[in-house]
């Protein structure tokens, strides 16, 4: 026997004198103020005990525990494909940290046994080590009454072992005609909390109540503090068994929560990892089939040492234009883009042509609103960037810079807009930067919002959809 359990041995033949090992307990001690308990339950317990073994059944190592075949490297799936993606952290947070514990596990590091108060003197050991997690996890949990129930034979504890020492466990009382379990204690020795061994143990309760003792549902009155961690085990506050299963079974808590977990047979709990990465390897599969996002292509050398204009934006003179912008972009091409068609309103605006939308056309309406709004008595605020020297912290709160100046060099290149869309929507970036840097009060919030509806209405007017629907348009 380890030095460390010399302790244990003590305290397991006190209590060996207070148990007798295999036998059913009196009823609880009565609860204390804190906690309040209620019938301990029907009795059937001692009936079903022999057929789950009674003994110790492990669910881990070995890869046991319903953990499938080949999925024990931490890097296969059944048929042997290698699923894993190279960075593991692809996998996410959840995943990674299952994996990794799996890998424990695998190795025998970890293990996880279901055991109880049948006389065995390892159980023993084991269960005085796990009462005194207990003990000093749930401070507000009378000691002698942690005792009675973990050693009271009709209640089963799932332990897990690292390197042999206990450092986790649950113990639950099942209830074998409702087909649930209700879970008593539930902690982690404090230095190894929040690393996911929890999240483990709860896993492979379930997988070992559903295969080995045919449970539907698990129930517990979660302290108000561990709701959250219950919560993310799949446990809810919406209790949907029949009340005539458990009230009156269960002990009821002060400073609890009901909570319940629905359990199926269908999932095998301790699975998780091995089926969130081969779903993930199904739809990246499924994915490259109809996309070519996957493939990366050089980027654009053309803004490489160019000099930026004022507030970091580009001169028009490195507008890819629009005829070049197939052969000049790779993996447009091979994107399906295609140039867009016209679009489908008419311009109304004077001076736009026959109306019809073409490039010349759109570019005639854009020159005459940029010169409506230029000519406006609120445009001044807007007209030339803004100076760093006048304004310093100007560019740090705003990343993306522009002045109507430049919306009007971008549409003088006759490149940089391909649609009405993106022209406005370079006014609606100008408004909106204006409206994050100055407060509401500010005459500049005020003009921006002033010239903002001035444009709107110009843009709304400027153009008709009524051709589109085969009615005359305004301009016959
Ligand atoms: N409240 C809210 N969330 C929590 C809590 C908590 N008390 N403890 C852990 N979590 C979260 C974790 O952040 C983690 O979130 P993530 O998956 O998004 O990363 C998730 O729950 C699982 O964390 P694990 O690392 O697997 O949990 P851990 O190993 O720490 O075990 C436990 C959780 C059992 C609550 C442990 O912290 C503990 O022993 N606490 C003290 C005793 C206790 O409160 N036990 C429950 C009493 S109720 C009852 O026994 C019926």
């Not at 109880?116 to 207990?134: S, Y």
């Not at 000049?328 to 109306?355: E, I, M, Y």
Request: glycine share 10%.
């Amino acid at each position: 026997m380890p030095v460390g359990c010399a302790k244990q041995k003590q305290e397991m033949d006190l209590l060996r004198s207070v148990f007798k090992a295999g036998t059913a307990c009196d009823e609880p001690l009565e609860p204390d103020a804190k906690r309040l308990k209620r019938e301990e339950g029907s009795g059937e317990g001692g009936k079903h005990r022999s057929a789950t073994g009674g003994g110790v059944t492990s669910t881990s190592g070995g890869g046991g525990g319903g953990d499938g075949d080949g999925a024990g490297d931490g890097g296969a799936i059944a048929d042997g494909t290698p699923v894993l993606p190279k960075k593991e952290e692809d996998l996410g947070h959840y995943v990674t940290r299952e994996i990794h514990l799996r890998k424990q596990e695998d190795d025998g590091e970890l293990v996880y046994k279901t055991i109880k108060n049948d006389g065995n003197e390892q159980h023993m050991i084991w269960l005085v080590t796990l009462k005194n997690i207990f003990s000093k996890q749930l401070p507000n949990m009378p000691k002698e009454y942690i005792v009675r129930l973990v050693f009271n034979p009709n209640h089963h504890s799932m332990i897990c072992l690292k390197n042999n020492l206990v450092i986790a466990g649950v113990t639950y009382r099942p209830f074998w005609p409702q087909k649930m379990g209700e879970i008593a204690f539930c902690a982690v020795s404090a230095n190894e909390q929040v690393k996911g061994y929890g999240t483990r143990l709860m896993n492979h309760l379930k997988t070992y109540v559903c295969e080995q003792e045919n449970m539907t549902h698990l129930i517990t009155f979660a302290d108000n503090n561990a709701v959250g961690y219950f919560a993310k085990q799949g446990f809810t506050k919406d209790v949907m068994m029949d009340r005539e299963k458990w009230v009156g079974y269960i002990k009821e808590y002060d400073g609890g929560t009901i909570m319940e977990c629905h359990l199926s047979a269908q999932v095998s709990y301790t699975d998780f990892p091995v089926m969130i990465r081969t779903q993930r390897q199904a739809v990246a599969e499924k994915i490259k089939q109809l996309s070519s996002a996957h493939l990366v292509y050089p980027g654009l050398s053309r803004f490489l040492n160019k000099p930026h204009g004022s507030g970091g934006v580009h001169a028009p003179d490195t507008y890819i234009p629009a005829s070049e912008i197939m052969t000049t972009v790779d993996g447009l091409k091979q994107a399906g883009w295609v140039q867009p068609g016209l679009p489908k309103f008419r311009l109304v605006h004077p001076g736009c042509g026959d109306g019809t939308p073409t490039r010349d056309n759109l570019h005639r309406f854009m020159r005459s609103l940029v010169a409506l709004v230029n000519g406006h008595p609120d445009a001044w605020p807007f007209v030339d960037a803004i100076n760093p020297t006048e304004v310093p912290d100007y560019y740090d709160v705003i990343k993306d810079p522009l002045y109507l100046e430049l919306i009007k060099e971008r549409v003088d290149c006759g490149e940089y807009y391909l649609t009405l869309e993106m022209f406005a929507a370079d006014f609606r970036l100008l408004f909106n930067n204006c409206r994050l840097y100055n407060s509401p009060e500010t005459v500049f919030f005020k003009c921006a919002t002033r010239l903002e509806n001035f444009f709107d209405g110009k843009v709304q007017a400027g153009i008709s959809w009524k051709s589109i629907r085969g009615e005359r348009t305004e301009r016959g």
